[in-house]
């Protein structure tokens, strides 16, 4: 049985393409002369080809064929999707997450978010643009964990109104890394030597050529402690929890029944049991349309040359963090 939206459709296709044909016959075949009309039936055929194209999207913006915007968050977490020209093109680009969303949120169609989480997490700000993007949306905002949602995964949890998990899925690590490696013993026996002019006691801090002070490793330290205090905040608000029971966690992983158990995931079942949800939610059957980021030519570029890159062996994947004089940021 077809029901009203998709005869609507079908009539606004059918309704642009008897236009086209009747302005391509005129153009193409009526003026011209005989000599002409061969090429115009096949300019009027070509006509009608992009006018049924023009048509089929026209009717999806005027009658869309669905009410659920479906965004993934797949991999680690960027600004930009991953690193450098060796490094491989798997990480979710927070900009690009970010207007999928906005996108969902201004489609006519999309009354509802399904945002998709398969990322241990990556660097913090990204994170949060994501999470803050999904607590924007008008209108219900389900996550959905499959393999893994931790870390900054789980921080844009925290900014939908639900979160579901698989029974094996991964869940947590609420915490915050901050690291640096360190090159002095390795220079030395190098024969290297660290000199750097700096104004300010602990602008390089962290530098990996030199050993780091006592008081240097306090203040790195304290700035992972408000990163974790803001994170804890976050979630809390987000998931309506208790600090406390957020700190004992201690930033460990879960499996999703466990996290369940522990109020970290409000349930567990398939993708078939979201999409039932999301009925509940919207009193009508649920259809999904994946919405995918909008890359122009330059970024297929890039993306496309990444992957040879690292097909090739080009070199190790970059850490997913944020950098900062030698010293990385993340969760």
């Not at 302005?23 to 115009?40: K, M, R, S, T």
């Not at 974790?228 to 029944?257: C, H, K, N, P």
Request: aromatic residues 6%; proline residues 3%.
């Amino acid at each position: 049985m077809v029901d009203a939206d998709a005869l609507e459709r079908l009539a606004v296709v059918l309704g642009v393409v008897a236009v086209a044909v009747l302005l391509g016959w005129v153009v193409f075949v009526a003026i011209p002369d005989d000599f002409a009309e061969l090429l115009g039936v096949l300019l009027v055929v070509a006509t009608v080809a992009v006018a049924a194209r023009i048509g089929s999207n026209l009717a999806g913006s005027v009658v869309p064929a669905h009410n659920v915007a479906e965004v993934a968050v797949e991999g680690p977490i960027t600004r930009d999707g991953g690193g450098g020209i060796a490094s491989p093109p798997t990480g979710a680009s927070a900009d690009d997450v970010v207007e999928q969303i906005e996108q969902a949120d201004e489609d006519k169609g999309a009354e509802a978010l399904l945002l998709k989480l398969n990322t241990p997490g990556g660097q913090i700000v990204p994170s949060e643009d994501i999470r803050l993007a999904a607590e924007r949306f008008d209108g219900p905002t389900v996550a959905y964990a499959t393999d893994v949602c931790a870390s900054g995964g789980y921080d844009i949890a925290a900014g939908c109104d639900e979160l579901w998990a698989r029974e094996g899925s991964i869940v947590g690590s609420i915490g915050v890394i901050g690291s640096r490696v360190n090159a002095k013993d390795l220079a030395d026996r190098a024969g290297l030597s660290y000199e750097q002019f700096t104004a300010g006691e602990y602008k390089d801090a962290g530098t990996p050529l030199k050993e780091m002070t006592d008081d240097e490793r306090e203040y790195l330290q304290g700035i992972v402690d408000d990163y974790y205090d803001q994170f804890v905040e976050t979630v809390a608000e987000g998931r309506d929890m208790d600090d406390e029971t957020l700190r004992e966690t201690e930033a460990r992983i879960f499996l999703g029944s466990e996290a369940h158990e522990r109020g970290l995931v409000d349930d567990i079942g398939t993708r078939d049991d979201v999409e039932d949800r999301l009925e509940t939610h919207l009193g009508e059957a649920v259809t999904v349309a994946e919405f995918e980021p909008q890359r122009g030519l330059m970024g297929r570029l890039r993306g496309g040359a990444q992957r040879v890159a690292f097909a090739l062996g080009a070199g190790l994947a970059s850490t997913v963090d944020g950098d900062v004089d030698g010293l990385s940021f993340r969760r």
